[in-house]
């Protein structure tokens, strides 16, 4: 029995862990957000964290989880960023920095959703957790792309 977690023998509790250590890390993401919004540069970058601070919020608000489980993975990632974000004072490279860390959150939580739904639908749970979680994870590729975008605008406005 590891120190975030209860004892995890079945899908079901694996399921559960899985869950609430998302939903920690949607809460950490969401008191993180306001300081890469402060720490942007780019106006569309700026617009697109505040985009995904509202949509996180409103997900949270509906994730049936709780905080009965941390998640080192989301505070070491958090950490890093902090870490990194600190030293730079060039705002094109403090914008790629903030992409990165943006992207590394969304892929985590692209793994999570991915896999909370396929437990989902292997334990025939309430369909309409099976739905929340799929659209979550649709809202999750699509920051995620978005955030593509940006590092590539970046790239080439820098390049012309
Ligand atoms: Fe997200």
Redesign the pocket.
């Known amino acids: 029995m590891g120190f975030f977690s209860a004892d995890i023998e079945t899908v079901d509790d694996l399921f559960m862990h899985t869950l609430n250590a998302t939903y920690y890390a949607e809460n950490k993401?969401i008191n993180a957000l306001p300081t890469m919004i402060e720490k942007a540069d780019n106006d569309m970058l700026k617009q697109a964290f505040k985009m995904?601070l509202e949509e996180?919020m409103r997900q949270v608000k509906m994730l049936p989880g709780s905080d009965a489980a941390g998640s080192p993975a989301i505070d070491g990632i958090i950490q890093e960023a902090d870490d990194v974000t600190s030293d730079i004072d060039n705002p094109f490279v403090m914008d790629a920095a903030l992409i990165v860390a943006a992207q590394a959150?969304?892929h985590y939580?692209i793994n999570r959703y991915g896999s909370l739904i396929a437990w989902a639908e292997e334990l025939k749970l309430d369909p309409r957790i099976v739905s929340l979680l799929t659209q979550t994870l649709g809202e999750?590729k699509a920051?995620d792309v978005k955030l593509t975008q940006l590092a590539t605008q970046a790239i080439n406005r820098k390049a012309a």
């Open positions: 993401i995904h996180t959150v969304e939580e999750e920051a």
